[in-house]
């Protein structure tokens, strides 16, 4: 299984256990999500914490996985569904009814990122790489991340991030407001914070959260998929995928 689940307390820990970085591939999308439906139904779990078993957090989609389907002629369908896979999951994460709190103890990029954005809370190590670096291969954050990333932060910081692929510490992350926390120990705080949050009560966590987010609507997520399923076909992500494998 490259996603377990264990539990402290009133607190769930999913954790991702995908070597080397925890790359997402179709069977971990879908192991994922059933995770997340088994969280949601466990009354005894009051609050739950994302991490990972290496010191990556999640390095996103699993680009060779990826750069597999290229010569496929529906290859940007397949890109598409899975996009959708993705999306899926971490909307599902995103409404689970219960406090979520992303422990960032390494990289988190792309998909990784776009799975943090989806928890209510995240903790980050100080010094752990995050981004949406997608443009930089020829393609764009497709599991939420420029929605997500938009709404929390604004266009400006969204396209300082997405449109010039860069990578921050977590430091700078919390200062530009993509973490709550940028700490050195991100195990402890993650689970203090989501120790704290399990004790407040459920239902009015939940009706606040749900007006917060009550502002979003699906249509970006939908071009989400459109634009990165176009984008595969293109020569120059294929030249790129091919360079990024190659490393």
């Avoid at 970006?220 to 360079?243: K, N």
Wanted: aromatic share 4%; charged share 25%.
């Amino acid at each position: 299984m490259s996603v377990t689940l264990s539990r402290i307390g009133a607190v769930g820990v999913l954790t991702l256990d995908r070597p080397p970085v925890n790359a997402f591939d179709e069977a971990q999308a879908g192991e994922f999500a059933t995770a997340v439906t088994e969280l949601g139904a466990d009354p005894e779990v009051r609050a739950v914490v994302v991490r990972s078993a290496a010191k990556v957090f999640c390095a996103g989609a699993d680009i060779a996985m990826m750069d597999s389907w290229r010569e496929l002629p529906d290859r940007g369908v397949r890109l598409e569904k899975f996009c959708l896979l993705l999306q899926d999951a971490f909307a599902a994460l995103a409404a689970l009814g219960k406090p979520t709190i992303a422990e960032i103890g390494g990289a988190a990029t792309g998909g990784g990122f776009e799975l943090a954005l989806a928890c209510d809370f995240r903790v980050a190590r100080a010094t752990a790489k995050i981004g949406l670096p997608e443009v930089g291969i020829g393609l764009l954050p497709g599991a939420g991340g420029t929605q997500r990333l938009t709404r929390l932060v604004g266009p400006a910081v969204a396209y300082r991030l997405i449109l010039g692929a860069e990578l921050i510490d977590g430091t700078t992350a919390e200062r530009l407001g993509l973490v709550h926390r940028a700490v050195e120990d991100p195990a402890a705080t993650a689970l203090t914070l989501a120790g704290r949050l399990a004790d407040l009560p459920a239902h009015a966590y939940t009706a606040a959260k749900r007006c917060i987010d009550a502002t979003g609507t699906g249509a970006g997520y939908a071009l989400e998929r459109t634009e990165i399923r176009a984008l595969i076909h293109t020569e120059e992500t294929g030249r790129r995928l091919d360079e990024f494998v190659s490393r």
